[in-house]
């Protein structure tokens, strides 16, 4: 069983910062992708970053030149650094980690619970 807690959300004004933080436990093998959805009310749920265990960084569009994704693979953790949030950054925001049990065995998508990050003024 692998859980995936999060930490960090909460309210900010617009032009504010926080910083989001996923550790990932349990009987995981090795993680290839960590990243960052979010989910807002009414919409679909999007990427906002990943990093693969090699390095390699993928951002939404929106969220580029502002937030940056941080990982460590020792500690099996991965960070959001969100700044110059804006209101349309107000979402729900899910950890996701995608990786195997054992070696040889099939890959899964493992989630957060999700944590609230509101932007308001």
């Known amino acids: 069983q692998v859980q995936l807690v999060e930490s960090g959300g909460g309210l900010v004004q617009p032009g504010g910062s926080l910083r989001l933080s996923c550790a990932a436990s349990?009987?995981?093998?090795?993680?290839?992708?960590m990243g960052w959805y979010r989910q807002a009310p009414g919409k679909q749920r999007e990427l906002v970053a990943a990093v693969t265990r090699g390095g390699n960084i993928n951002y939404a569009d929106s969220v580029k030149g502002r937030f940056t994704i941080s990982r460590d693979n020792a500690q099996n953790t991965v960070s959001l650094q969100m700044n110059s949030l804006k209101p349309e950054d107000t979402a729900v925001y899910y950890c996701?980690?995608?990786?195997?049990?054992?070696?040889?065995?099939?890959?899964?998508?493992?989630w957060g619970q999700g944590t609230q990050v509101t932007v308001s003024s």
């Open positions: 349990g009987s995981i093998f090795r993680i290839y992708v």
């Open positions: 996701n980690a995608e990786g195997v049990v054992a070696p040889m065995a099939a890959s899964y998508d493992y």
